[in-house]
């Protein structure tokens, strides 16, 4: 009981009721004072349902629960309800400090009610997406609770974009992203990747951690930068405080951030005690990746490989014009890997045995001879290969000579733990197909230790 009443009562100095959630994403609340505060809403709170489902693995894998519990009329918590769902908080098994305030309290209260049909899809999304983060997390040893930040950053949508600019799952500014290593060009945007961008989200939050020591303060620097938390702590002039001693001293926006993250968190754990059903979750087929030899389109890749636009995008949400370029990572379906391989030289504009679909020389810029018209399908500009020009000198031609006997040579390496045959094509300079050809490999499966030839 000691442990609750510290709960309850040591989290603000002021003490604050909410008196109303206005429509434009903030909540409105006023001191005991009458002093009016406005708190704005985490992104991730601002999605309706309708926006929620129109998400591809959403609206594909997740249905009604049969047993959907219809919204319960919206209350105050009662003081012994207050007991309860602090009890429950210091269940959770965590080191971040979660405590129950009025602004805590509100936060669980819009999500328990307002919001309750929005958690049923992010509770079924949570399937998809939970071991990524917590793999992520794993390997920085954090606290696996932060695995709900994308709840509040982005609903748990790899397509979301902020106001500010913000994307994907962890919401990751530009320069904030492309400093933890993440690739953001006029093609590939790795923010909006789960994988990568988890892993970006671990190193930068390992980082915040090892810079403020205190939890509270690396998720509030998470979502306003570190300069502003170290201002904040200057300026209350409390350099040693936690997230509540320096709440008047943040930015708005800010304000909001750690009572939602702690509400995130209490109602992903305790839903069932809200009458919240998750929304039945059928988890996507099987995928691989490949890595792709040319620069290729996802027009290209639907036409041959029994594989939908949509189903391409969901799984690489990382491509901006969907265009996968030379070199990149492809992820597909398992059931559409071999129709790739199989029709691996048609999708980058080759003929059987590597001879450009397009003769060298034979089109002139601009211009499409009647020959290739009639022969071969048109191509886009990222379907085409790249051609050198036919005219040698002496020196170009014995080198030539010399590279050919070179690559008539055979070469094999050797298989390391991890390796898969998109990973040694890429390494090699050569493709799965390939691969397979060459050390008649019906499948996929490799081991350690297996000698792999790669020409």
Known sequence: ????????????????????????????????????????????????????????????????????????????????????????????PTTIYMPLNDITRTFINTYSNRMRHSVAIMLGASNFYMPIFEEALERYELPLELRYLPVIESALRPSATSH????????????????????INTLVDERRDPIKSSEAAAHFLSDLYNMFGDWSLA???????????????????????????????????????????????????????HGITPMQATLPAESDTVVVAQDVSF???????????DELRVLNPQYRRDI???????????????AFVLNEDSLYGFRRGGRPAIEPGSVSIGLTTTEESASE????????????????????????????????????????????????????GTTVSNLRRLNNIKGSTIHPGQKIRVK
């Open 1 to 92: 009981m000691k442990k609750q009443a510290i709960l309850l009562t040591a989290a603000l100095a002021v003490s604050l009721s909410v008196t109303a959630q206005e429509p434009n994403g903030v909540l409105v609340v006023e001191e005991d004072s009458g002093r009016t505060e406005v708190i704005a809403l985490p992104e991730g709170m601002n999605v309706t349902d309708s926006e929620l489902m129109d998400d591809y693995n959403n609206r594909t894998n997740l249905t009604e629960a049969a047993d959907q519990v219809p919204p319960a009329p919206q209350q105050d918590i009662l003081s012994s309800e207050d007991l309860l769902i602090i009890d429950r908080l210091s269940r959770i």
């Open 164 to 183: 500010a600019g913000a994307a994907g799952l962890w919401q990751f500014m530009p320069a904030t992203g492309k400093r933890y290593g993440l690739e």
């Open 219 to 273: 998720i509030a620097a998470y979502n306003c930068g570190e300069y502003n938390v170290q201002k904040a702590l200057l300026r209350s002039g409390n350099r040693d405080g936690d997230f509540w001693s320096i709440y008047n001293y943040l930015p708005h926006e800010t304000r909001g951030y750690v009572p939602a993250f702690i509400a995130a968190n209490y109602i992903m754990t305790y839903y069932c005690e």
């Open 299 to 309: 027009a290209k890749i639907t036409s041959l490989c029994n594989v939908t636009m």
């Open 324 to 338: 996968v370029p030379r070199d990149y990572v492809l992820r597909l379906p398992a059931q559409a890997i071999e």
């Open 377 to 428: 399908p048109q191509t886009s500009y990222y379907d085409r290969p790249t051609y050198t020009s036919s005219k040698k000198n002496s020196r170009s031609t014995r080198s030539s000579r010399k590279n050919s006997r070179r690559r008539n040579q055979t070469r094999s390496v050797s298989v390391k733990s991890g390796d898969s045959l998109s990973a040694i094509a890429r390494r090699n």
